[in-house]
């Protein structure tokens, strides 16, 4: 059996993003399944544009060099590595509804669904993680 790691991403800064797509990652490479749930703030991590311009928190400008110097992939280079590792991206659909998006305005590739499409798969989950 194998491991099942689930992840509800709720917050949307770029701190937020990067623990979210590191653990995903990390959890893929060890042949895990991987579901993540993004809500509410959330969805800014998959959302088309604003992936690519999350906010670091104020005083905090001074680690985006450091990701630079580091080689740490961007957001959108770990989006699109976690979806290549079969990372499962779910779009929650009441929040899309109540901030009246379209599935259109995500990045290729997501689910949407509701909190029980999550929880299938997170009911049996090793690891179950919020960020």
Same mark, same amino acid.
């Given at each position: 059996?194998?491991?099942?790691?689930?992840?509800?991403?709720?917050?949307?800064?770029?701190?937020?993003?990067?623990?979210?797509?590191?653990? $995903?990652? !990390?959890s893929?490479a060890?042949?895990?399944?991987? *579901?993540?749930?993004? +809500?509410?703030?959330?969805? #800014? =991590?998959?959302?088309?544009?604003?992936?690519?311009?999350?906010?670091?928190?104020?005083?905090?400008?001074?680690?985006?060099?450091?990701?630079?110097?580091?080689?740490?992939?961007?957001?959108?280079?770990?989006? $699109?590595? !976690?979806?290549?590792?079969?990372?499962?991206?779910? *779009?929650?659909?009441? +929040?899309?509804?109540?901030? #009246? =998006?379209?599935?259109?305005?995500?990045?290729?590739?997501?689910?949407?669904?509701?909190?029980?499409?999550?929880?299938?798969?997170?009911k049996?989950?090793?690891?179950?993680?919020?960020?």
């Amino acid at each position: 059996m194998s491991t099942k790691v689930a992840i509800i991403a709720s917050n949307g800064g770029m701190f937020d993003a990067y623990k979210v797509f590191n653990i $995903a990652t !990390a959890s893929a490479a060890t042949d895990a399944e991987v *579901a993540i749930f993004f +809500t509410f703030e959330g969805l #800014n =991590l998959i959302h088309n544009e604003m992936h690519r311009q999350l906010p670091l928190p104020a005083g905090a400008e001074h680690i985006a060099e450091g990701f630079k110097q580091a080689n740490v992939p961007s957001i959108p280079e770990l989006l $699109a590595m !976690a979806m290549e590792m079969g990372v499962k991206i779910i *779009a929650c659909q009441m +929040t899309m509804d109540v901030m #009246n =998006l379209k599935k259109e305005d995500f990045v290729d590739g997501i689910e949407v669904g509701g909190a029980v499409t999550f929880l299938d798969f997170a009911k049996d989950a090793n690891v179950s993680l919020t960020f």
